[in-house]
């Protein structure tokens, strides 16, 4: 594996500002750094966008280039069957998505408990901040045990 698409949505482009309390000090950028130094060799393509169809046509874009995918969809994740429709092809087409999020949407308000990501993405990493990202970018970097 030589690539990584590390893909946020809404909101999430005012880390570091946005509810420290809930997310945190650090911003995307020390994110960015973090997962470098994590994975020497591994090419950590990290973007934000606030947009929908962007957010899916980077999905688009992982199918077309099979690459695998880390998944913060922020609000989206709650009601956005679009960007369902659009990750269920990355996982359909046998690439690895695994959808993360900083805090514990479960621990939060009642909306934050329905996910329409979860059930077609590979698996799910919540809760410990950025720590997230780190352990589902270890998990697509690791030996498979079975192959
Ligand atoms: C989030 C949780 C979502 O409920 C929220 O809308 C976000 C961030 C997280 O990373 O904890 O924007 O995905």
Redesign the pocket.
């Known amino acids: 594996m030589t690539r990584v698409l590390v893909l946020n949505?809404?909101?999430?482009g005012r880390l570091g500002s946005r509810e420290p309390d809930?997310?945190g000090n650090q911003d995307l950028t020390a994110l960015t750094k973090i997962l470098i130094a994590d994975s020497p060799g591994v090419e950590i393509d990290l973007r934000q966008t606030d947009s929908e169809p962007e957010l899916m046509s980077w999905l688009h874009e992982a199918v077309d280039t099979r690459t695998p995918v880390i998944l913060?969809?922020?609000?989206f994740?709650?009601y956005s069957y679009a960007l369902r429709d659009a990750a269920a092809q990355v996982t359909k087409a046998g690439i690895p998505l695994i959808e993360?999020?900083?805090?514990?949407?479960h621990a939060?308000e009642e909306f934050?408990h329905t996910s329409v990501i979860s059930s077609v993405a590979t698996g799910v990493i919540?809760g410990f901040g950025f720590d997230?990202y780190r352990l589902a970018l270890t998990q697509l970097t690791r030996a498979p045990l079975v192959d």
């Open positions: 949505g809404p909101n999430l809930v997310y913060n969809p922020a609000a994740t709650h993360v999020h900083i805090s514990n949407p939060r934050r919540a997230s």
